[in-house]
């Protein structure tokens, strides 16, 4: 049955490739263009459930969430014209983070593809520059290809969003349906495997000749499964290890070589570490601007060993000794037995310098009248287990997010890294909690960037979503206000910013809404609504002008750090 | 100025938008472009002229360039033996008493004259960019009225494919994408 040929709709064909790629949830938004794949939805919603969104950019963080939470390929839905256009968003964010998606949109007819009909959008032209590729489908007997195409060039290589654009008539066109078995054939795309016994080679001697190396490790360390090797070579040569922010949990922050996050707002004594070694092995990362400052003196004395499953972003940013363009897993097995066992005792010493250093001007330690951001991430990280997933979105909470929350387990944090997506974390956070309905799951985000997306408290009542909601509120625009303070004359142009009510917002929706602007309030407040199965929004009222600290200015040298001053010297 | 790529890409719609759309939001600038079918059916291939002159920066385009799905291969034949032609099309003013002097200058630079008028007439050059310059400007002073340059085709010299030869030294260095693998 499963194989026989059968006469569908290109609208069933869609819904049929979904479940046979093992698509369980699919985010969306119906409209014109796409109504006869909704129609066709019923037949399937038994395999395959539907999430209705409040806004299609909803749909497209929810998507990268789950993505990013499920390790599979996350599916958003929308109509053409405004509908396609406002998933752009989210594969913008997407592309920048790797994270796999295929977006399907209704497009207007064949026959009036092209005139500006109604709620048309050229999107596969749009979405060029933010989607891994795209198809516009022209005829329906191709369909079922494209879609198998689309998910595995989604998630194979460096994943990425894929779109695919329907016009309405190619929906409704029927054709013989049988599923292809042959293998994808795509004569421009070979997602690279291994490194050659050259290169496996002259990375062993620089490491096992390396007096002060140390791993950068990203976010291809998660998504290629490489964690349990890096840890077996950083333990193996005592090599020190410092994360990026989407690497931030591929580490646990207790073992003792993780000197937790670089760069912008890394840890001082990671930044420090990286000027000071002789030897830099870049694991799965990009050299993002937000983790190496200026180029000109990024760790000066070091030979540079870069590890990427994406050519394009070797010797891109810095310029390496060794460029390895592979599957970071593979590599990291093909390296491990070569590794000599070695004590570093003196390096990671200096280090332990820099860290107590570090150390003197923690906030957790400050006294405050009022509730301080940091306080109310480090609460939450010690009352909740460490499976528990938190979703941030961006600006002062998500860098304080990533210096007071110790993740331990791999796959515990989702957040927008590259591209910064304010907005993002509430329906990320709702995405991923499709993927285990049981998983304890915390989107921390901020005043500003949680009123951006907030009408998906919506689509989470409505789906009782297992979200826990924290607003850290300030009242400001944070990070933008930190900039203004530090190097625009504290001139805080258009970011103080009002929010409503958000107890009556809570009751508006039907969940349970708490206030907190009291320390001692918090740990109760926590375990409250810890017990509620569902939406939880809970209000953290914290200090308007706290900082984020240490902080590299953009563009200045990693090891100018701009440090929190001293309490005798000022208050918070 | 010849630095040169030479990319083969499937024959499919909007291969040429995703080439020139990538090099305008990577910030790398094109001199010239050129698509066509090639020996193998359902593929094309392209030669793409860059005034980019640093190798390490023409190697990411090189790779952003095979990050594009439909894209197979692409070769930087800049510091390899080969042939870089381009075709131009030179509209002169020439009236029947100078019609011989530019006939003989049209000559000497292995051109031909390809459609004369009561005014005018139109030379067909062939030849390297130098070439084609130079013979532009000993014609401007009798007036040339439009140009129309086809931009350059590249082809590695000797008896191998340009996507071959790059697969041998890719396989050689164990570098970028495994293409005997890939073939089967």
């Known amino acids: 049955m499963a194989n026989s040929k059968r006469m569908l709709k290109g609208a069933e064909i869609v819904w049929e490739c979904l479940v046979r790629e093992g698509v369980e949830t699919v985010f969306g938004y119906p409209g014109g263009a796409i109504l006869p794949v909704y129609d066709a939805l019923a037949n399937y919603s038994d395999r395959i459930h539907h999430v209705l969104v409040r806004h299609e950019q909803g749909a497209a963080h929810m998507a990268d969430g789950y993505s990013r939470a499920s390790g599979k390929v996350g599916v958003a839905m929308a109509t053409s014209g405004p509908g396609a256009v406002n998933l752009i968003t989210g594969m913008a964010t997407a592309m920048m983070d790797s994270s796999p998606m295929v977006c399907i949109t209704g497009q207007v007819p064949t026959n009036v593809l092209g005139s500006d009909a109604f709620q048309e959008t050229d999107i596969t032209g749009a979405t060029l520059p933010v989607t891994k590729h795209s198809y516009l489908v022209m005829e329906v007997d191709s369909l079922a290809n494209v879609i198998r195409e689309a998910f595995y060039i989604a998630r194979t290589g460096r994943p990425g969003p894929v779109l695919i654009d329907i016009p309405k008539d190619v929906q409704n066109d029927v054709t013989e349906f049988e599923y292809p078995t042959d293998p994808i054939d795509l004569p421009g795309y070979h997602p690279p495997e291994k490194a050659t016994d050259e290169e496996v080679a002259a990375v062993l001697e620089l490491i096992n000749g390396a007096d002060r190396p140390l791993v950068l490790s990203g976010h291809g360390v998660l998504m290629s499964g490489a964690r349990d090797a890096l840890i077996a070579i950083i333990e193996k040569a005592d090599i020190p290890v410092t994360t990026t922010l989407l690497g931030n949990d591929s580490l646990p922050h207790s073992h003792p070589l993780n000197l937790g996050m670089m760069g912008m707002h890394g840890n001082a004594s990671a930044n420090h570490a990286i000027q000071g070694a002789d030897l830099i092995i870049a694991c799965g990362m990009r050299f993002d601007d937000r983790v190496t400052g200026k180029l000109k003196t990024y760790s000066p004395n070091s030979r540079k060993i870069h590890i990427d499953i994406d050519a394009s ?260 | 100025m010849k630095q040169v790529l030479v990319a083969l890409v499937e024959d499919k719609p909007g291969v040429l938008n995703r080439i020139a759309s ?135 010299r000797g008896a191998v494919n340009s996507s071959d030869q790059e697969e041998v030294i890719r396989w050689k260095n164990g570098n970028g994408r495994n293409h005997k693998q890939a073939k089967k």
């Open chain 1, 313 to 572: 972003e070797l010797n891109k940013n810095v310029r390496v000794d060794v460029a390895i363009n592979a599957d970071l897993a593979t590599v990291l097995a093909q390296i491990k037995p070569g590794v000599k066992q070695r004590k570093r005792a003196e390096w990671l010493k200096t280090i332990q310098a820099w860290q107590e250093d570090a150390t003197q001007r923690d906030v957790l330690q400050l006294e405050s009248e009022t509730l301080l951001g940091a306080q109310v991430i480090r609460s939450i990280c010690e009352n909740i287990p460490d499976d528990a997933l938190i979703v941030t979105d961006v600006g002062q909470h998500q860098m304080l997010e990533a210096q007071y929350y110790s993740h331990e387990q791999p796959h515990t944090l989702i957040t927008s890294g590259g591209l910064g997506t304010m907005g993002f974390g509430f329906p990320a956070a709702i995405g991923a909690s499709f993927h285990r309905a049981d998983r304890e799951i915390w989107a921390i985000v901020g005043d500003g960037g949680f009123q951006m997306t907030l009408q998906e408290l919506g689509t989470a009542v409505q789906e009782q979503a297992n979200v826990k909601i924290a607003i850290i509120n300030n009242g400001y625009l944070g990070m933008v206000r930190q900039w203004q303070q530090m190097f625009y004359n504290a001139h805080y142009a258009e970011t103080p910013i009002s929010s409503p009510d958000y107890m009556k917002l809570a009751e508006a929706y039907g969940v349970p809404g708490y206030r907190v602007d009291r320390r001692e309030d918090i740990e109760p407040t926590l375990k409250g609504a810890r017990r509620h199965k569902g939406p939880v929004l809970i209000e953290f009222v914290v200090e308007q002008h706290e900082m984020v600290y240490p902080m590299v200015p953009a563009g200045a040298d990693l090891h100018k750090m701009i440090r929190r001053p001293h309490p005798e010297e000022t208050s918070v």
């Open chain 2, 22 to 156: 990538l090099f305008r939001r990577r910030n790398f600038n094109i001199e010239s472009i050129v698509a066509g079918h090639s020996e193998t059916p359902g593929t094309s291939r392209i030669t793409i002229a860059t005034d980019e002159e640093e190798h390490l920066r023409r190697n990411i385009i090189r790779h952003n360039l095979l990050k594009l799905i439909n894209v197979i291969d692409v070769v930087d034949v800049t510091d390899r033996p080969c042939v870089i032609r381009e075709q131009a099309l030179i509209k002169v003013r020439a009236n029947g008493s100078i019609r011989g002097e530019v006939g003989d200058l049209v000559k000497i630079y292995r051109a031909r004259i390809v459609d004369v008028s009561t005014a005018s007439l139109i030379v067909e050059v062939t030849g390297e960019p130098d070439k084609i310059d130079s013979l532009i400007e000993v014609l401007t002073p009798f007036g040339v009225v439009e140009i129309m340059r086809t931009g350059k085709v590249a082809m590695i």
